[in-house]
């Protein structure tokens, strides 16, 4: 694959973070007199904004939502971010990339101030250029707005740029952008989810991931 801009998603596409997510979210639901045992029903909140999926899922309002995401940042941030992990092969992908001197950015809706110490502790954070998160206050949880954003403060040509991700929102936000977008099967989207919004291109696992970029 040609492309000399790549952007990745995080959780899900680099880390594995299902502990450290649904564990601080079920922190959050307890301190708001929800019980919910089995960590595993709460994995449809890894990719998506906290905000929006709280109150999806348990119909919450804004408030109360916003309450929540702070309940469960009194956890991830002491505790959470750190139950995590790097996919096996992202580091020999990451060190293939740099060789080729291609230009690598995290893009992700999870706050940039959690995404640096993500980076920083597991030490990928010397293969981006910048990573880019959201703000506290919600601003640019959304990919599209989020990857916009990116491409404007780096003056980035989309024909160029590839964006990787394992959710629907990652494919959404490259797309409308005017990116071709990769979807990895590895993650936690489904292969419905993510064949339903066409992507460029699929990869089951990340060794098939490491081969396309063999192939310039």
Avoid: C
């Amino acid at each position: 694959m040609h492309y000399q801009n790549i952007l990745f998603d995080l959780d899900g596409t680099l880390t594995d973070p299902r502990e450290g997510i649904t564990r601080s979210i079920q922190y959050a639901l307890s301190k708001l007199g929800i019980a919910e045992p089995d960590i595993a029903r709460l994995e449809h909140f890894i990719g998506p904004p906290l905000l929006e999926q709280f109150m999806h899922a348990y119909g919450f309002d804004e408030a109360k939502a916003w309450e929540a995401v702070g309940f469960y940042r009194e956890r991830f941030k002491v505790t959470g971010l750190y139950e995590n992990r790097v996919f096996d092969g992202v580091f020999e992908l990451l060190d293939l990339l740099s060789d080729q001197e291609r230009t690598l950015f995290i893009a992700t809706s999870k706050p940039w101030v959690f995404a640096h110490e993500i980076a920083r502790h597991f030490d990928s954070a010397r293969h981006f250029k910048v990573i880019y998160g959201s703000e506290l206050d919600g601003t640019r949880t959304d990919k599209v707005e989020l990857i916009r954003h990116l491409l404007d403060e780096e003056a980035l040509d989309p024909k160029q740029t590839l964006m990787i991700g394992d959710r629907k929102h990652d494919l959404i936000g490259g797309k409308r952008n005017g990116l071709d977008v990769v979807a990895v099967g590895y993650g936690f989207g489904s292969r419905e989810e993510l064949l339903a919004e066409a992507p460029t291109y699929h990869f089951a696992s990340l060794s098939a991931l490491h081969q396309a970029f063999l192939k310039r």
